[in-house]
C-alpha cells in the first residue's frame, strides 16, 4: 500500500483516486476550487442548475469500463440525445436537424445536397477504419520514448497515411458539395478546441464516435451528478480530500518528490504524487522546467478559450433544443481571425445548451436555464476582458433575434466566465479552455508525459498528457496512468 497525493479533483484525478483507492492505496486529493470535479462543474443560481463547462458525453464506454475497473455499476443515468443537435445558419428561416440515422440527414438536407446518406456512409467508414486501427495501438497505449510511439504508429495501415498529411476541412471539402454539410461535418473540431482549418483529418474519427459509434448522451439529473456520485464511491474507499488548497511548490531528495507545498505553506508528503494540473503549465510553474518555460508554453499551440454566460429566463424558447449551434456566415474567415485576436468577435459564433429541455428540475417552472459557450481567444491574444458585458450583450441580442424571444427583458440571473476566470478559478494556461491542442507534434509520444523526465515517483493524468481532452479521453488517461504506476510499483 503506499501513500498517494492527487493534486486536483478534476475528472481524470478523480478517476485515478478511484482506481488506486480500489488498488487498495491510502488517497488524497488536494483541491485548489472550493468544489470537486474541475471543468466538470456545477453553478447553482436562484433556483437554477447549471452544467458549468460540459454539457454532453461520448464513447461512454469509457464510463462502463472505469466503474467496472472498480468492481461498481455505473452510478449515472445517461440518456442520448437525438437528434443529436441542431444548427442555426445565419439568414436561413429554419435550423437544420442534425441525425446519426443517416436516412433522415439526407432528408434535412435534400435540398443542398443530395445523395448525402451514401457520402456520409463511406467517409465514416473510412473515420471507423481508423479509430479502430489506432485505438488500441496509439490512443490507449503508454510510450515509452518517441521510437517506441514511432514504431507502434508504423504498425498502422498505410492507407491512412494520407489523414496524417491533411486539415479536417479538407477532408470534409473532398466528400461534400454543399457548405453547409461541410460546415456541420468539420463543428466536431471545435470539440477538440481548434477550429477544422487547424486540426488534422485523423479527427474525422469523432465524426464516427458520434454518428455511428456511441453518439452523444446527457447525464440524467445534469452532468454534475457523476461527480457527486464518484465522490460517494471515494468516500467509501476512505479517499480524503482537502478544498481551497492549491500546490505552489515542491521540495525534493535525489530525484525523487517529498513534499507538495500548498499556498499557506503547507508540506504534504507521500510515496507517490498524480499530477492533474496541467501537464505543461505545472512542469514550467511548479518545477521550474525551462522546456516549459512561460515563453516555450505561450509558443505551444492551445486550444480555444471559453467564454461562458449562464442565464436564467423568464418564459420558454420554443424555437431551441438540448444542443444548438448558432453560426454565422463567413465560417472559414472568422475561424481563420478571431482566435488570435485582440478584439472580441461582434458577430459571435457560439453553442447554446438548454437544460431545462430535458431536465426541468435544472430550472423554476416556465423558465429556462442556458448555458452559452462562445470560443474566444486565450490570454496571449486578447490579455484584458473588461469589455465583456460588449460580447455578453452581442450575443443575447442575436440569440434573441434568431429565436423570436426577448431575452434581454426576461433575464431572471445572470452570470459570465470570461477567459481570466476559467484561467484563475482552475489554472487553465492563459484560459485555453481544453489544454494543449492535438497537433500531430502535440500527441503521442510528444504530449508532456504522464510520468515526469526527472521524479520517478511524480505522475500525470488529465487533458494536456495522453492520450488528450475531453471526457472519455481523460478517464483513459487515469487508466493509463494507473497502469504505469502499478508497472512501476511491481
Ligand atoms: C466550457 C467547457 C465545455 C466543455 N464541454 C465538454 C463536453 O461537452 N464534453 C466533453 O467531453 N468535454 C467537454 N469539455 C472538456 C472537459 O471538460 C475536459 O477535457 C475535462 O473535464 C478535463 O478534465 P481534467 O481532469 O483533465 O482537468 P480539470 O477538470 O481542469 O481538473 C483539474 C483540477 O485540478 C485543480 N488544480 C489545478 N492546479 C492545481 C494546483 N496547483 N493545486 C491544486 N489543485 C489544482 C483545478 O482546480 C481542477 O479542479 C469542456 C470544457 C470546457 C472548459
Sequence with gaps: MKKVIIIGSGLGGLSTALRLADKGHKVTILEKHSTPGGRLNVIQQDGFRFDMGPSFMSMTFELDELFNSVNEKVPIELEELDPLYQVFFEGQSKPRLIYK???????????????????????LAKASQFFHDTEDKVVKSNFESKLSYILKLSRVPLKHIPYLMRNMWSEVDKK?????????????????????????????????TEMKYNGYWRVKGGMYKLVEEMMKLLEKRGVEIHYNTEIVGYANTNGTVAEMIDQ?????SADLFV?????????????GRESYSEKKLDKMHWTLAPFTIYLGVKGKLDKIMHHNYFLGNNFKAYADKIFTSSISPQKPYYYVNALS??????APEGHENLFIL???????????WSDREELVQNIIDDLSA??????????????????????????????????????????????????????NNLYYVGASTTPGTGLPMVIISSKLVTERIENDLA
Excluded at 104 to 110: C, I, P, V
Excluded at 374 to 384: A, H, I, Q, S
Excluded at 418 to 438: C, F, T, V
Design 402 to 455: 434568431r429565436t423570436g424571444f426577448d431575452i434581454s427583458e426576461n433575464i431572471v440571473t445572470k452570470k459570465v466566465l470570461d477567459p481570466q476566470d476559467w484561467a484563475d478559478m482552475l489554472n487553465l494556461y492563459k484560459g485555453s479552455g481544453l489544454g494543449l491542442a492535438h497537433d500531430i507534434n502535440q500527441v503521442g509520444a510528444f504530449r508532456p508525459k504522464n510520468k515526469d523526465e526527472h521524479f
Design 264 to 268: 499557506n505553506g503547507k508540506r504534504w
Design 176 to 208: 461534400f458539395d454543399s457548405l453547409e454539410v461541410k460546415i456541420i461535418f468539420s463543428l466536431v473540431a471545435f470539440f477538440l478546441g481548434a477550429t477544422p482549418f487547424q486540426t488534422p483529418a485523423i479527427y474525422s474519427l469523432l465524426n464516427y
Design 101 to 123: 440515422d443517416l436516412q433522415k440527414l439526407e432528408k434535412e438536407f435534400e435540398d443542398i445536397e443530395p445523395g448525402l446518406a451514401k457520402k456520409a456512409e463511406e467517409y
Design 357 to 362: 429541455k430535458s431536465d426541468p428540475t435544472s
Design 374 to 384: 462562445c470560443p474566444v481567444p486565450d490570454l496571449r491574444f486578447k490579455k484584458d
Design 275 to 287: 499530477s492533474n494540473s496541467d501537464a505543461a503549465s505545472f512542469r514550467g510553474k511548479i518545477l
